[in-house]
């Protein structure tokens, strides 16, 4: 009797031990938001993990030391900007005392307008992309950046560090699509610097439309999208532009670094993530598989991602075009990287992100912006468009997942379907088999350490409804097996909706 005792507490002990060290690993690895409330919330689709505070932000030592990135001589600025007078156009907006400097834009505008519109920042690659060479006659790019009611700081700051960190060659343009910002002059000003066009909306559009319009426009031959609250970081367009010129089909992504929205500190991102999503569609950056991993000898090499975030890619504009643009009957911002993502995958393309490139981006808690329709209805109203367009079989995952997403409006999607049709793409199934097989079923060991340890594990994912299986547990309306919801895909399997 005292022996089973003694074996009892033996065996309890290794799993409180074996329980630890898994919740230390769930807590080190990269989580997507807990604030996903439809209404808060997602920086852009590439935000969350920032907004989790799990975020892979950790100064990777194996990055070129001290090297930083230059700021232009004092002679090269006037060249730079043309006939734009800098100070008057910052001094043109500027916040007032007492003003919540959080207010208008969701980060700290007073500290990026005391930075001023150029700032040397760290080198973050990989010392090894300092060697590597690409050809001497790379085609230029058009790069497009869209933006609604952007800080004048950022927005130059985003414009700067292009001019500043791109061989002049490769810039064939920079495109400004003002989605009806209140003020036209935040745009307009600005078209004085060389080389950048200001588009202006007349109503509010969206980024996706706003998008369109900006290639439509385009005289290059290569693709841009560049969000208006950036910094790119040394030689960040060679890399990009070479692979794709390499092979039209492909679609780029650098690192996205980040831009700390209190103080604007630049910091390293993981090289070690890729884009992911949950089956209610929403993206988070994910470690790569382990056997990819391994496979990893050289750390230069582009990394296979199933989606990407969305606000920084590059693309040759005649793909951009054969594979139907974007989906313009989506509105203002969200879901339309799940679209692009699952259409170039599906239809003959592929998604990579490019570890030597690195562009840092300010992300932020919350939208600063209105949604006409409202934060959560223009989003499930985009990703609804996509699952019913793309997803086939596999969109009873995302009502299961989603079921708010029922019965709301979205459309007509008549259109993307004959496009689906006429570009011949593969099923979603595909795309679940060969794009993003871990997508499907949580492994058998976090199944059982789940089972084992929902007081631990539950901390994070009771604070994530949208992601967290565990919420499908708590709503025992959408999942017959309580137990096995921890695979939120069995769970959804199971689902009577
Ligand atoms: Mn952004």
Redesign the pocket.
């Known amino acids: 009797m005292r022996r089973i005792r003694a074996n009892a507490i033996a065996i309890l002990t290794v799993a409180w031990i074996l329980g630890t060290f898994y919740y230390l690993w769930q807590d080190n690895k990269p989580q997507s938001s807990p604030s996903s409330s439809a209404s808060q919330t997602r ?2 689709g590439h ?1 969350q993990k920032v907004v989790s505070g799990r975020l892979e932000i950790h100064r990777d030592d194996r990055t070129i030391p001290l090297i930083v990135t230059q700021p232009p001589r004092a002679e090269g600025q006037s060249q730079l900007l043309g006939g734009l007078d800098e100070k008057a156009y910052l001094a043109g907006k500027q916040l007032k005392p007492g003003d919540d400097p959080y207010r208008d834009h969701a980060f700290n505008l007073q500290e990026s307008d005391r930075l001023g519109s150029e700032r040397a920042i760290r080198d973050t690659r990989h010392y090894r992309c300092a060697s590597l060479n690409y050809d001497a006659d790379l085609p230029s790019t058009s790069i497009i950046i869209t933006f609604h009611n952007e800080a004048r700081s950022t927005l130059l700051r985003t414009i700067k560090s292009v001019l500043m960190r791109s061989p002049p060659s490769l810039i064939q343009e920079i495109i400004l699509i003002d989605d009806f910002s209140s003020d036209p002059e935040d745009c307009q000003l600005l078209s004085q610097i060389p080389k950048v066009r200001c588009l202006r909306n007349g109503r509010r559009e969206g980024l996706i439309r706003s998008r369109v319009r900006g290639a439509n426009t385009a005289s290059a031959s290569i693709l841009t999208f560049l ?1 208006s ?1 950036c910094e790119v970081n040394t030689d960040w367009l060679q890399p990009m532009i070479q692979r794709v010129k390499e092979d039209h089909t492909r679609v780029v992504s650098p690192i996205i670094d980040v831009i700390s929205l209190d103080n604007f500190a630049y910091l390293a991102a993981s090289a070690d993530l890729r884009g992911g999503f949950d089956w209610s569609l929403h993206f988070k950056w994910e470690q790569i598989p382990i056997e990819q991993k391994m496979a990893r000898s050289d750390p230069t090499q582009p990394i296979r991602t199933p989606v990407i975030a969305g ?1 920084i890619f590059v693309m040759d504009k005649s793909w951009f075009n054969h594979l139907g643009q974007y989906d313009t009957h989506m509105d203002i911002w969200g879901g339309e990287n799940f679209e692009l993502s699952f259409r170039v995958w599906m239809c003959g393309g592929s998604l990579e992100i490019l570890p030597c490139s690195r562009v840092g ?2 992300f ?1 808690k919350r939208h600063p912006y209105d949604f006409p329709e409202g934060n959560a209805l223009t989003y499930i109203k985009n990703t609804r468009r996509a699952a019913e367009v793309w997803m086939d079989e596999y969109k009873q995952y995302y009502y299961s997942a989603r079921p708010s997403a029922q019965g709301k409006a979205f459309g007509s999607i008549a259109d993307r379907l004959t496009l689906r049709r006429k570009l011949n793409c593969k099923p979603f199934r595909w795309y679940m088999e060969n794009v993003y097989p871990e997508l499907r079923y949580s492994t058998l060991t976090e199944l059982i350490f789940k089972a084992t340890f929902i007081p631990l594990w539950g901390s994070s994912a009771i604070t994530n409804p949208n992601t967290g299986s565990l919420s499908l547990l708590l709503s025992p309306r959408y999942c017959y097996l309580a137990l096995l919801c921890f695979s939120q895909n069995v769970c959804c399997a199971t689902s009577p909706t």
Request: net charge positive; charged share 35%; glycine share 34%.
């Open positions: 920086g852009r935000g969000d609250h606000g981006h300010v932020r």
